[in-house]
């Protein structure tokens, strides 16, 4: 049952944090069919978001302990990067009025963080299980 719990709360942190800024908080509309950072933070969250949700998803089908932590580490780099794209790799607007600044990388910044440290638990959970 738990192994089943964790699984599905990566999933839905992944599918948020891929879908998200499409739908949900959605980053700046394009000026003049010109795109800005923003739109490309938005669409690389897409990737690391959905890598999330498939590795949640292989935590709910395998069993094995050293299988399982390979997965959460995966996870918890993948919250990493999601952290990372607005902040340091991409980044977005200049302007701290922009949308992006407002509302999209805040949501981005929390769905990660939350990532990270249910990740981080989970990991240090299996590591001393395995043991």
Do not use: N
């Amino acid at each position: 049952m738990k192994k089943r719990i964790t699984g599905i709360v990566f999933t839905v942190l992944g599918l948020l944090i891929a879908l998200g800024p499409q739908f949900l908080f959605k980053v700046c509309q394009p000026i003049e069919d010109i795109f800005m950072k923003c739109h490309w933070s938005a669409q690389a969250e897409i990737g690391v978001g959905a890598v999330t949700a498939v590795l949640g998803i292989a935590l709910i089908i395998f069993t094995s302990v050293k299988v399982r932590l390979g997965l959460v580490i995966g996870i918890l780099l993948s919250g990493v990067h999601a952290l990372l794209i607005p902040h340091a790799l991409i980044g977005g607007c200049t302007m701290d009025s922009m949308t992006c600044r407002k509302i999209t990388f805040p949501a981005i910044t929390v769905i990660s963080i939350l990532l990270i440290v249910v990740a981080g638990i989970y990991t240090a959970y299996l590591a001393r299980k395995q043991d």
